[in-house]
């Protein structure tokens, strides 16, 4: 799998968008751009995935490069809720389900 | 639904142990993973299943074994725990989408692990 590099961390105020960058240099053309983030003390939970245009839900969006190389996920409103470990990676389409975990970046989110 | 639940929440092993994790989904998911996580890092994939009855190794499944009898649960093994062992556990499932592919995972709360 390509890897993909995050900052360790980040920190926000409260009510402030927040922009966490992503970097995959080495992206293949099948390759789709998973978010996950982890709570302190819970499971990973699933945010938002694409594969070349921008993307939005109910939680985040989600800015592609035009060249895939690098990705944003944008929280328009952060609360203190929001603070947790982001996981930004990426999974081919044929090869199967697997996820794999990188380090993350870690966001802080002052009241 | 509960969705993904694990049991136990927490365990104290000592060393040459056994013990075994039990997942379970009501989900109605093809596919469940188990991974763990050490302090500070990010997780790593034991072993995985595509359906009842099959199972594959993933990134680090040495000293794990695993099976899937049921469709809705998905147990996880140490024959003889190490202190190595020791870490947080996440069992997690998805869903098939068109193509075949899986949709996104879903986790469970994990299963706090000390070997002693």
């Known amino acids: 799998d390509a890897k993909t590099t995050q900052p360790n961390s980040m920190e926000s105020n409260e009510e402030e968008p927040v922009h966490l960058p992503c970097n995959h240099s080495t992206i293949s053309g099948t390759d789709y751009i998973h978010w996950y983030r982890q709570l302190p003390s819970q499971g990973p939970e699933y945010v938002i995935h694409g594969l070349t245009s921008n993307v939005n839900n109910r939680m985040a969006s989600l800015a592609i490069a035009e060249d895939r190389k690098s990705s944003t996920l944008i929280l328009h409103r952060a609360t203190l809720r929001d603070a947790a470990v982001y996981y930004c990676?990426?999974?081919?389409?044929?090869?199967?389900?697997?996820?794999?975990f990188g380090e993350g970046t870690q966001l802080t989110v002052n009241p | 639904n509960a969705g993904v639940t694990q049991t136990p929440k927490f365990r104290v092993l000592k060393t040459g142990q056994s013990m075994t994790l039990l997942c379970a989904q009501d989900?109605?998911?093809?596919?469940m993973y188990w991974y763990r996580q050490d302090p500070g890092m990010g997780l790593r994939l034991i072993h995985y299943s595509v359906g009842e009855g099959t199972t594959a190794k993933g990134e680090v499944p040495d000293g794990y074994n695993v099976s899937r009898l049921k469709k809705q649960n998905f147990l996880l093994g140490l024959e003889s725990a190490a202190p190595s062992q020791t870490s947080v556990y996440f069992c997690?499932?998805?869903?098939?989408?068109?193509?075949?592919?899986?949709?996104?995972?879903?986790f469970g709360p994990g299963t706090r692990l000390t070997v002693l």
């Open positions: 990676i990426l999974r081919d389409h044929f090869s199967g389900s697997r996820l794999t």
């Open positions: 989900m109605n998911h093809e596919y």
């Open positions: 997690a499932s998805s869903y098939i989408i068109r193509t075949g592919r899986a949709a996104e995972q879903f």
